[in-house]
């Protein structure tokens, strides 16, 4: 069974860093590029980043470039994704996706989320 | 970017009835990649169809999919009460990934 499993949300104040995890199991993991997608409070889904398997092809939202970084370690089934200078606006469910493949895009499971809170 | 619009922003139906969501696209989505999306409260969101019409392992066959170039649409044939919920269409051929702003089916 495919579980994605994030973990490392919270409450933070402004300007403050943060760094989420996600424990992959039930599939090969280096196989697949991963995402990350998110949901603020009553709004829609937005995609944050996503790195393929090798960690070789990166890409990130506007919204975060240059305050975010994503990374993974295929040796413990893990992506991470390591937030800085965090904004208000950044409040939302981070949830840890899968990609189908590993030089695709489509995302074809999500883990249950974890909420980060930017506030003072 | 791509932007997606779905209509109508809610639907309201009640179980047994014929559900229809509308997704349009800004531009031409490339080789149809166009996915949606199921989102319950407390969940992360599940795949329902990939491809505009190819429906995720595990899903029922009263979720259907059409649609292509800009204009896509995800039927859902007969409601159960576990279908009101939040759907989501997302474009995957382009980079950045969007989603819509979603539709919220809700029960009449």
């Known amino acids: 069974e495919v579980q994605l499993v994030e973990s490392g949300g919270g409450l933070v104040q402004p300007g403050r860093s943060l760094r989420l995890s996600c424990a992959a199991s039930g599939f090969t993991f280096h196989g697949h590029a991963m995402h990350w997608v998110r949901q603020a409070p009553g709004k829609g889904l937005e995609w944050v980043s996503s790195i393929n398997s090798n960690s070789g092809g990166i890409l990130y939202a506007d919204s975060v470039k240059g305050r975010f970084t994503v990374s993974r370690d295929n040796a413990n089934n893990s992506l991470y994704l390591q937030m800085n200078s965090l904004r208000t606006e950044d409040t939302a469910f981070y949830y840890c996706a899968r990609a189908e493949c590993d030089h695709c895009w489509l995302i074809d499971f999500l883990g249950q989320g974890a909420l980060v809170t930017v506030s003072s | ?86 759907y989501y269409c997302q474009q995957y051929a382009y980079s950045p990934i969007t989603f819509g702003q979603g539709t919220r089916l809700e029960i009449q």
């Not at chain 2, 997704?23 to 329902?48: D, E, H, I, M, T």
């Not at chain 2, 392992?57 to 939040?86: K, M, N, Q």
Request: charged share 20%; net charge positive.
């Open chain 2, 1 to 86: 970017e791509i932007v997606l619009t779905q209509s109508p922003g809610t639907l309201s139906l009640s179980p047994g009835e014929r559900a229809t969501l509308s997704c349009r696209a800004s531009q031409s989505v490339g080789r149809n990649f166009l996915a949606w999306y199921q989102k319950k409260p407390g969940q992360g969101p599940r795949l329902l169809i990939s491809g505009a019409s190819s429906r995720a392992t595990g899903i029922p066959d009263r979720f259907s999919g059409s649609g292509s170039g800009t204009d896509f649409t995800l039927t859902i044939r007969s409601l159960e009460p576990e279908d009101f919920a939040l």
